[in-house]
């Protein structure tokens, strides 16, 4: 299962740009070193490769740019999900490869790289298709990634899409402390990656492969190594996350429960999350941890797709809706409030219009904090893409509308409703406007309060004034006379065409 980041990713910095004092240097560039860039489309899984791949290319040399004209190495990494998604990434070869003729021009050699989900769907494909790309890696091999771009240097055209044997994310160098900390306070850390589940409308299985779940012990040594950098608040990443079932020290499967346990217990770690979560896998232990751990936020992404119980089974979900409901009944048991969030898939093949109304239905009945919303996109190779019955675009681009208009309304309703109540706000970022920070509340909403620079990192008490359908903004509530009724909640953005943070609702 895939989901949004709870956050834009967090702006990844010149890892070797620092001293050992970790103070960034003056000089944009050092000399002797290359720099690179990456482009980050899709879901979080793909935001914390990315910052992998960051962490990978230190040692070779690499300093990151945020310019990519002046970047020796472009990394694409890519989605695969829709096919809107995956086109982009044509798109955006085509102007790398035109500014990459203008380098040469200058003298300037580039490394164009794909990785991710395209890379690893098209593989030989993408190097036909885009002749100007020099490296194409798919998702387990970003732990070789010094040596692909060594082999490219030489002039090979390096395709890499197998799933090795090895555990990459043994091989893989953690960053330094001081990056880490110029990362911001919250990271992700996949935990589980793959799918086993076979959704017949998802590609997941094909370019992520089977589920496959990291030690605990490494993963608490991850944990650690954030936390000590000063992270607060960790996501737990998995294509099914909820389906965790790692070794502990002892050789014995260790559950997502007893993993967001032992996390629990680094002290210095405030918030702990997880996405994306199957329907399937959420056992009575995960949903008892949402009563029982103070750090276990209370926002959940569990993804239902469709409120019809003929599409959910043909879409191979394993579960009706009835199944669904009785595990948000059981979810609100443990913790009154917490937060709901799904994906949808509107115009599967055979909807029917009274199955749609039947997903519409469950969206006004669960009341969601927030929620995307997809029109079906046939995947090349996946089950559903070979069904017959495919609906018509206009019948889609209606019935997405529709959802989308229920949607916003409840998380209208959602923000709302926290006017008036003081929230635990984790200042993560600087706030648009000087003088002000942006945070997280413990729902995931964007919170904006004006507050010093030095409160970056701490969990505020803020009282929240006004509300859009974005954000909220409010006050930090020890002090009363820092008005934020200037704050201006963001107003309200596309939807329906992504699922990061960026281009979907929050
Ligand atoms: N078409 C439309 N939406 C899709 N998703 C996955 N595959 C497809 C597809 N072929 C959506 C699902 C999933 C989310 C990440 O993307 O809703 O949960
Ligand atoms: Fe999620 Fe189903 Fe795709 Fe697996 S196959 S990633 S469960 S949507």
């Not at 695969?80 to 203008?102: F, T």
């Not at 990362?183 to 589920?211: H, N, S």
């Not at 509300?467 to 509530?477: D, K, R, T, V």
């Amino acid at each position: 299962m895939w989901g949004r980041p709870p956050k834009a990713p967090p702006p990844r910095n010149r890892a070797d740009a620092e001293t050992e004092s970790g103070r960034p240097r003056k000089d944009k560039v050092l000399t002797g070193h290359k720099t690179f860039l990456i482009k980050t489309y899709g879901c979080q899984m793909n935001v914390y490769d990315s910052t992998r791949m960051s962490d990978v290319l230190a040692p070779h040399g690499y300093v990151e740019t945020g310019d990519v004209e002046d970047a020796d190495l472009v990394i694409l990494n890519t989605c695969h999900i829709r096919e809107k998604a995956a086109e982009k990434v044509y798109s955006e070869l085509g102007r790398i490869r035109d500014m990459a003729g203008a380098r040469a021009s200058a003298g300037r050699d580039t490394l164009i790289a794909v990785a991710g989900c395209v890379a690893q769907a098209e593989g030989e494909e993408l190097m036909r298709r885009a002749p100007a790309v020099n490296i194409v890696f798919g998702p387990q091999v970003t732990h070789r990634l010094g040596a692909l771009v060594a082999r490219a240097q030489n002039g090979e055209r390096v395709v890499e899409t197998e799933f090795p044997a090895e555990d990459k994310f043994k091989h893989m160098p953690l960053a330094r402390r001081a990056t880490i900390a110029a990362r911001g306070p919250t990271a992700f850390l996949t935990v589980q990656e793959g799918c086993d589940k076979f959704c017949t409308f998802c590609v997941v299985p094909y370019t992520r492969g089977t589920e496959v779940s990291r030690p605990v012990n490494e993963i608490l040594a991850e944990g650690r190594r954030l936390v000590d950098a000063g992270v607060r608040e960790i996501t737990l990443l998995g294509q099914n996350v909820n389906a965790y079932h790692g070794q502990d020290g002892r050789g014995r499967a260790c559950s997502l429960a007893g993993l967001l346990g032992r996390l629990g217990e680094i002290g210095g770690l405030e918030r702990l999350r997880y996405t994306t979560s199957h329907p399937r896998d959420m056992d009575d232990e995960l949903i008892a941890a949402h009563g029982e751990m103070e750090k276990l936020m209370p926002y959940l992404h569990l993804p239902v797709q469709s409120g019809a119980d003929r599409i959910l089974a043909r879409m191979n979900r394993g579960h009706d809706a009835a199944r669904y409901f009785d595990l948000v009944a059981a979810l609100r048991a443990a913790r009154p409030d917490i937060a709901l969030s799904s994906d949808f898939i509107v115009g599967f093949p055979g909807e029917t219009q009274a199955e749609f109304e039947a997903t519409a239905a469950m969206v006004e009945r669960i009341g969601y904090a927030q929620a995307y919303s997809f029109k079906y996109s046939p995947r090349p190779g996946t089950p559903a893409a070979e069904l017959g019955e495919q609906v018509p675009e206009e019948v889609k681009a209606e019935r997405l509308a529709h959802l989308q208009a229920l949607i916003h309304k409840g998380q209208d309703d959602f923000n709302a409703a926290c006017v008036g109540r003081t929230l635990a706000v984790l200042l993560d970022r600087k706030g648009r406007e000087a003088g002000q920070l942006g945070g997280r509340s413990p729902y995931l909403q964007a919170v904006h309060v004006r507050a010093p620079e030095a409160l970056t990192g701490t969990i505020q008490q803020v009282q929240i004034r006004a509300a859009g359908p974005n954000s909220l903004a409010g006050e930090i509530a020890s002090h009363p006379d820092r008005r934020a009724d200037k704050e201006r909640p963001e107003p309200r953005k596309g939807d329906g065409g992504g699922y990061r943070r960026e281009d979907a609702r929050p």
